[in-house]
């Protein structure tokens, strides 16, 4: 997700998702308030991988991770779809929302040191033929992207070491190196956006 501004408006929420007011991102995140946020998870049917992102060392939240594609906080007054503008901020890409399979939302919390993270994540699938080279990172956000093979998911929430590869890097990982692993194994959270996407092609 990017690393927003001070001034930034972001609308906040009861645990309902019934809609409150709108405040500072920094506000949000001191006082824990519902927010929404973004996530698109891309995969290549042809090739059957899933393209995850390795977030950069300036973001709040799983800095060094791997996460979903591409992420991002909504502001004040925008729709789930406008959420789509950070796929071109982060990767440099378009899709064709179109093409685009909504999920629903998903709450997530992540309680960290400084500050408490409770949103409303909107999740996203959509299919690409775009290939690693075609991306484009936001320096400090994105530091690159992998291939995950689709057919190595069940493995690695087994527990076990798995290969994946960038355009010019191999890593072997584990489900600890993903973002809130913990929380997000427990909640059902990955488990959902992975069947979700074997469940298309």
Sequence with gaps: M???TKMEQ???FD????YVGHTSIDEIHQKGLWHQTF???LYNPCKKVIYLQLRGPRNRIGANTFD??????LSAGETKENGFRELYEELGVNIDIEQ??????FKNIAHLSNYTNNEFCHIYLVPTNNVISDFVFQDGEVSNVFEL????????FMGQEIEICSQNEKRKITIQNMCIYKERIENGYYK??????????
Aim: aromatic share 16%; proline share 0%.
């Design 2 to 4: 990017n690393a927003k």
């Design 10 to 12: 972001i609308d906040f």
């Design 15 to 18: 645990d309902s998702f019934n």
């Design 39 to 41: 996530a698109c998870w």
């Design 68 to 73: 979903a594609s591409s992420s991002g906080h």
């Design 100 to 105: 685009a399979c909504y999920l629903g939302y």
């Design 149 to 156: 093979k689709i057919a190595d998911i069940d493995d690695l």
């Design 192 to 201: 959902w956006v992975f069947d979700a996407i074997k469940e298309q092609l």
